[in-house]
């Protein structure tokens, strides 16, 4: 259902050789939040009272070519997308997902990741690790994607979790070494 809230539905009022309309279908699916009727008909008054019912809007056939869409492509889903700097951090990670059937996703600077991130899910599991190069910490790079929507960020951090503060844009503060799922 989650793709259903993605999605809009330009539906026609008649449909050739059927018993059923555009409206009876948008009824039955229950999809009315997510449809628009099309129609040639938009002026009859049982069509416009039974699409207010439904607060089904109805847009009139002549000007369905003029609708403009905008396609997104799929977002990528890694098992896991690490930010860390340290190259033997990033050979264990590749091992590891290697070991595990994982896909891995890596970056060393959070430039890169920035200029990927579009490409990625928000419910993406993302680990940042707290010391970047150049005194960038981690937890100001998670603060940022969190504000942006991502949702699922770990620090990844040598360090012991009670050595940070609280940080509700943080999931967990885990070590560096790579998830075992």
């Keep these: 259902m989650n793709k259903l809230k993605e999605s809009i539905f330009l539906v026609d009022f008649e449909l050739l050789n059927q018993s059923l309309t555009g409206l009876d279908i948008i009824d039955e699916l229950g999809i009315e939040k997510y449809s628009i009727l099309v129609t040639s008909r ?6 416009q009272d039974r699409a207010s019912r439904l607060r089904l809007p109805i847009l009139p056939k002549a000007l369905a070519g003029f609708v403009p869409f905008e396609l997104q492509q799929p977002k990528e889903v890694y098992d896991w997308v690490l930010l860390d700097d340290d190259d033997l951090v990033k050979m264990t990670w590749e091992f590891a997902a290697k070991e595990y059937n994982k896909r891995l996703k890596y970056f060393r600077t959070p430039e890169e ?3 990927y991130k579009a490409k990625l899910d928000f419910e993406q599991k993302i680990f940042i690790d707290s010391n970047l190069s150049y005194g960038v910490k981690g937890e100001d790079v998670a603060r940022k ?9 770990y620090l990844a951090t040598g ?8 940080m509700d844009f943080i999931k967990a503060v885990v070590g560096k070494e790579p998830p075992k799922t």
């Design 42 to 47: 938009y002026e009859e008054s049982a069509i």
């Design 113 to 115: 990741l920035y200029a």
């Design 145 to 153: 994607l969190f504000a942006e929507g991502f949702k699922c960020l």
């Design 159 to 166: 360090y012991s979790p009670d050595q940070f503060p609280a």
